[in-house]
């Protein structure tokens, strides 16, 4: 399966801004899709998951009350709502998907990033 994420940008302390990740090549309803973010100079951190139908989620203490992960499967889409971000929170942000690992956070496919970056 091939991701393409997009929506990142510059966005002011406080506001807000959604990223999204296309998937294309595979059965997207099948998979558990995740969000990681990477900032310069730190590692590669786990942001937020869904299951393959949106029941579950699972979200970093780091963004939970702020952020929200959603997926349309008709769309092939998952989302990933930013709210109240803060300068902490810039980072190119990747989407990733798999069938059986999503929850303990192995990924097989990973998408391109996008980057966000949070101006004060």
């Known amino acids: 399966v091939q991701l393409q994420a997009s929506g990142g940008g510059l966005v002011q302390a406080g506001g807000s801004l959604r990223l999204s990740c296309i998937a294309s090549?595979?059965?997207?309803?099948?998979?558990?899709m995740g969000w990681f973010r990477q900032a310069p100079g730190k590692e590669r951190e786990f942001v937020t998951a869904?299951?393959?139908?949106?029941?579950?989620?699972y979200y970093a203490d780091s963004v939970k009350g702020r952020f929200t992960i959603s997926r349309d499967n008709a769309k092939n889409t998952v989302y990933l709502q930013m709210n109240s971000v803060g300068p902490e929170d810039t980072a190119v942000y990747y989407c990733?998907?798999?069938?059986?690992?999503?929850?303990?956070?192995?990924?097989?496919?990973w998408g391109q990033g996008t980057q966000v970056t949070v101006s004060s």
């Open positions: 090549g595979g059965t997207f309803g099948s998979y558990g």
């Open positions: 990733a998907a798999d069938r059986t690992g999503w929850s303990r956070g192995s990924y097989g496919y």
């Open positions: 869904i299951s393959w139908s949106g029941g579950t989620t």
